[in-house]
């Protein structure tokens, strides 16, 4: 099983950021697509982005449009996610998680990380 452990989480007030990293442990991740996932409390899991081997990434979710990036830099075999301008409502825990991208689509997801917790709040 592959191993994906995730960090960077933790209080931010309304309007500031964090930079979310994915790390892969005991293997390479230059051959994987990797996924971003979240899931607020009382609230299913929900897709953020995919990004791809090669550095191609599926559509955000439309709420983090704009404000998150996904990014991979393979030569420290770690997947991020800068999120900016963050609102309350993105409070959740941030999961990563090999994925297939099909069609442009993030699916299949596997391998999860253990999450991180992002608390937006004043």
């Known amino acids: 099983q592959l191993q994906l452990v995730e960090s960077g989480g933790g209080l931010v007030q309304p309007g500031g950021s964090l930079r979310l990293s994915c790390a892969a442990s005991?293997?390479?991740?230059?051959?994987?697509?990797i996924g971003w996932f979240r899931q607020a409390p009382g609230k299913e899991r929900e897709g953020v982005s995919c990004?791809?081997?090669?550095?191609?990434?599926?559509p955000y979710l439309d709420s983090v449009k704009g404000r998150f990036t996904i990014s991979r830099d393979n030569g420290k075999n770690t997947v991020y996610l800068q999120m900016n301008s963050l609102k309350p409502e993105d409070t959740a825990i941030y999961y990563c998680?090999?994925?297939?991208?099909?069609?442009?689509?993030?699916?299949?997801?596997?391998?999860w990380g253990q999450g991180t917790q992002v608390t937006v709040s004043s």
């Open positions: 990004i791809s081997r090669s550095g191609g990434k599926t």
């Open positions: 005991g293997f390479t991740l230059d051959y994987y697509n």
């Open positions: 998680a090999v994925v297939n991208i099909k069609r442009g689509q993030c699916i299949a997801p596997s391998d």
